[in-house]
């Protein structure tokens, strides 16, 4: 499985936007797909979690009530919808498929990063 994020971009406090991860190969919906970020200087932290069918989804603390992940296993596609973005969102943001975990050692095939930096 190959990912590809996309959707990064300079926002100011309180905007939205909507990170996209596209997959090539077949067995894309066969696989739970987190979202990471890295923040310079930072560890890499887990942000969000999808499972193979898309009705389970668990998120990290700190974006809890503000983003949401969802997929189109049509599309082999999913999505971040990021609002109420804060300075402390700013980050490279990562997708990665694998097991239905906030554990990053749980992931096989990792994007790309794209970009999120969020002004005040």
């Known amino acids: 499985v190959q990912l590809q994020a996309c959707g990064g971009g300079l926002v100011q406090v309180g905007d939205s936007l909507r990170l996209s991860c596209a997959a090539s190969g077949r067995t894309f919906s066969s696989y739970a797909v987190g979202w990471f970020r890295q923040a310079p200087g930072k560890e890499r932290e887990f942000v969000a979690v999808i499972n193979q069918s898309g009705d389970s989804t668990y998120y990290a603390d700190s974006v809890k009530g503000r983003f949401t992940i969802s997929r189109d296993n049509a599309k082999n596609t999913v999505y971040l919808q990021m609002n109420s973005l804060k300075p402390e969102d700013t980050a490279v943001y990562f997708c990665?498929?694998?097991?239905?975990?906030?554990?990053?050692?749980?992931?096989?095939?990792w994007g790309q990063g794209t970009q999120v930096t969020v002004s005040s």
């Open positions: 990665a498929c694998g097991r239905y975990t906030p554990v990053e050692t749980g992931y096989a095939y």
